[in-house]
């Protein structure tokens, strides 16, 4: 059973900086692709940063410079380093993870609310 934990949401202002982690049991997380998604409320589940089983990384184009996507292999957890963070960065955030056959998995997501 793999299973997805995230924390590290919160409330925060306009600028500042937060760091979510996920952490992942049941599965080697490095040999996974792991994913943030977020969800704003009223819009579709978008895909903001990527990890892949080599290191290399994608950012969403709205996030790219400010957010970065790490991955801690001894603690099988995935961090997202959100930095400058934005009104419009107010979501859920989704920790996801596709394995090399191809299952994936959710976390319950974390809540991320930036007032301006």
């Known amino acids: 059973q793999v299973q997805l934990v995230e924390s590290g949401g919160g409330l925060v202002q306009a600028g500042e900086s937060l760091r979510l982690s996920c952490t992942a049991s049941?599965?080697?997380?490095?040999?996974?692709?792991r994913n943030w998604y977020r969800q704003a409320p009223g819009k579709q589940r978008e895909l903001v940063a990527q990890?892949?089983?080599?290191?290399?990384?994608n950012y969403a184009d709205s996030v790219k410079g400010r957010f970065t996507i790490s991955g801690d292999n001894a603690k099988n957890t995935v961090y997202l380093q959100m930095n400058s963070l934005k009104p419009e960065d107010t979501a859920v955030y989704y920790c996801?993870?596709?394995?090399?056959?191809?299952?994936?998995?959710w976390g319950q997501g974390t809540h991320v609310t930036v007032s301006s």
């Open positions: 996801n993870t596709i394995t090399p056959r191809g299952n994936e998995y």
């Open positions: 049941g599965t080697i997380f490095s040999i996974n692709t």
């Open positions: 990890i892949h089983r080599g290191g290399s990384t």
